[in-house]
């Protein structure tokens, strides 16, 4: 009798595949070049960076955190923390929590965006609902848009894990503007 993969073993392969395709892509940490992307939807180039086209943010090394999915509207993230995450009192420092879904919500927002258009991160308000343990095995922060508008932008995310558990939610309002 075969047994079925577990969530967390299909999240585990699902960013392997991801990882191997964008180092495959020449992806490396870094910043997205104005120039090749000013005619691109947000959508196109968050894609770019899951084919590795585009460099990733520095800031998915150092918190451990990767994209792994992207249509228009949504944005997931998956990390696991680590020894590294956690607060002198040896809980996952919220810090964590609050990138994660300020990332999975803001590129949300990114894959709204028409062609010369960007964003930022105007307000995130973060609620820490259940802690992260080291053996608990992957998180995914999922960001959904509410609203895209040409001057504002509002999101939702959540992080889980494999087995729905919520652990955090967020709420973000994003300034949307004419890139330059």
């Known amino acids: 009798m075969e047994t079925q993969p577990t969530v967390a073993q299909q999240w585990e392969e699902q960013l392997r595949a991801v990882r191997a395709r964008i180092e495959q892509g020449g992806g490396r940490p870094g910043v997205v070049p104005a120039q090749e992307a000013r005619g691109m939807t947000g959508l196109a180039i968050m894609e770019a960076l899951l084919d590795g086209r585009f ?34 009192m040896g809980t996952v420092h919220g810090g964590w929590y609050a990138t994660l879904l300020d990332s999975a919500v803001g ?6 965006l028409e062609p010369g258009y960007a964003y930022t991160t105007a307000e995130l308000s973060v609620n820490l609902v259940r802690g992260a343990r080291l053996d608990g095995g992957p998180l995914r922060a999922i960001g959904t848009v509410l609203h895209c508008g040409r001057q504002l932008a509002t999101a939702e995310g959540r992080i889980v894990d494999a087995q729905g558990r919520l652990y955090a939610h967020a709420t973000t309002t994003c300034l949307v503007f004419e890139a330059r």
């Open 107 to 112: 590129c949300a927002v990114q894959t709204a």
């Open 55 to 88: 460099p990733y943010a520095h800031i998915a090394e150092t918190l451990d955190f990767f994209l792994v999915e992207v249509e228009k509207g949504k944005a997931t993230f998956q990390g696991t923390p680590q020894a590294i995450h956690l607060n002198p």
